[in-house]
């Protein structure tokens, strides 16, 4: 099966802690048919999240598979396969690419304020993000000055909208495009 006769992809983008978890989860809920990937199962290591975008539009919607990284051991670890037949809604910083996004159905990007981002990211992940925040906020404004993912994606939402609001403005859209 080729790329454009894939199932529809959702792309899932923004910095950390602007919301992203919350809404794919929120997606996968009200579409269970999708398969949900998080990049963070992908990303190689705290300084990967350039190579776990590449993986998206090289590897992911071309070869219908992914190679999960193992935070454990710091090393790749098992090969997983995903189903070309169903939507795939992929998450995480770095999915809205316009490499990415040219093999995609639609792409979000999420906002949020950086003090409140800083907050609800090392809330979430506590201890284990803290040594890395700076380094990976590095990250992304590279990538985000690269790529431009706000213009790239088909819509800005905000991370403090009610999740509620945010899935039923898109959940129409969605289904148009075979969610």
Not at 2 to 29: C, H, N, Q, W, Y
Request: aromatic share 10%.
């Amino acid at each position: 099966m080729s790329p454009t006769s894939r199932a529809p992809v959702l792309l899932i983008d923004g910095r950390s802690g602007s919301g992203k978890t919350e809404l794919a989860s929120a997606f996968a809920r009200e579409f269970p048919h999708a398969e949900l990937l998080r990049l963070d199962h992908v990303y190689p290591g705290w300084g990967g999240l350039e190579a776990g975008s590449a993986q998206v539009h090289e590897v992911i919607l071309t070869q219908h598979r992914w190679r999960r990284w193992d935070w454990f051991v710091n090393e790749l670890a098992e090969w997983r396969e995903l189903d070309p037949t169903r939507p795939l809604i992929i998450e995480g910083c770095g999915a809205v690419s316009e490499a990415n996004r040219s093999l995609a159905a639609y792409g979000i990007w999420m906002e949020f304020d950086d003090d409140w981002r800083k907050r609800r990211a090392l809330d979430r992940d506590g201890e284990w993000f803290i040594p890395h925040w700076d380094e990976w906020a590095v990250q992304e404004e590279v990538f985000i000055a690269r790529e431009n993912p706000k213009a790239v994606a088909d819509i800005t939402v905000r991370g403090d909208v009610p999740l509620h609001e945010s899935i039923a403005l898109l959940s129409g859209r969605l289904r148009a495009l075979g969610f």
